[in-house]
């Protein structure tokens, strides 16, 4: 086996953590290799994945005319579907996210929120615990697919709430855990925040803690996660 095939061959057997992890190395053995990527986002087209995302984004930030024409063809917005039953707009969340221009798409977030809540919200500028008990199953797992699959499966509302479980509910670990709190000061917004791929898992998106924890509470508790 020549050095592509024993990295092709790695890459099959190891698991999605690991596959996200070799993306780089397989585009650094040649241009020709876009070609296995490009088929790779093709495959089990009913699956999204963060592995995929990453793919995505890697096709998507090529500069390579071929890629470009694949992407355009198959995948004109991204590759997660934009589901809505509040008839929401989310394709210009799914460009930021896969630009990674996490700040931005963490300030839309909160905007598709006050939107899923109605005008009322959208005049107020953030949402109370009692809409976003209401807000549709089908939105939230979007907006969420949306972060995780654009972010190597770091960010999301699911993930914050596989580490709130993982406390036992504990929102005071909670926010060491995801470093909005250090010692006892909260982490300042927007400077403090880290809005890269470095910043630890559940970092992101955002909900403020100015009014209470019950908006948080209620994003965690949602039954779209029950799934
Ligand atoms: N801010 O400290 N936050 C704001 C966070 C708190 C405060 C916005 C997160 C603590 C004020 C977002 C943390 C606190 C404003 C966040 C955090 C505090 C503001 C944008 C760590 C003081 C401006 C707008 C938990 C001790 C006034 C929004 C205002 C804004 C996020 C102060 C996303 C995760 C308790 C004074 N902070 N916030 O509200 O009302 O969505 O906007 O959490």
């Known amino acids: 086996m020549n050095e592509l095939e024993t990295l092709k061959d790695k890459f099959a057997k190891t698991s999605d953590k690991n596959k996200i992890a070799l993306i780089d190395e397989i585009v650094e053995k040649g241009e020709e290799n876009y070609q296995f990527l490009r088929d790779f986002l093709l495959s089990n087209p009913e699956e999204v994945s963060p592995l995929k995302g990453k793919i995505y984004q890697v096709l998507k930030h090529s500069n390579h005319p ?52 109605g005008e009322t919200a959208i005049r107020r500028k953030w949402v109370y615990f009692t809409e976003v008990e209401k807000f549709p199953e089908t939105d939230l797992l979007t907006i969420d697919t949306l972060w995780q699959t654009y972010s190597e499966g770091k960010f999301g509302y699911q993930i914050q709430r596989q580490l709130w479980l993982s406390l036992g509910k504990d929102y005071t670990q909670l926010w060491t855990k995801l470093k909005w709190k250090s010692g006892n000061k909260w982490t300042k917004y927007p400077q403090e925040f880290i809005w890269d791929l470095s910043a630890p898992i559940g970092h992101l998106p955002l909900s403020n803690q100015l009014r209470g924890v019950r908006v948080m509470d209620a994003l965690l508790s949602h039954p779209a996660w029950q799934k």
Request: proline content about 2%; aromatic content about 8%; glycine content about 2%.
């Open 66 to 117: 071929e890629n470009e024409t694949f992407l355009n063809q198959h995948f004109p917005q991204g590759i997660v579907q934009l589901s809505s039953e509040k008839n929401i707009d989310y394709s210009e969340l799914q460009e930021l996210l896969i630009a990674k221009k996490y700040q931005e798409a963490d300030s839309l977030t909160r905007v598709k929120l006050c939107e899923l809540a």
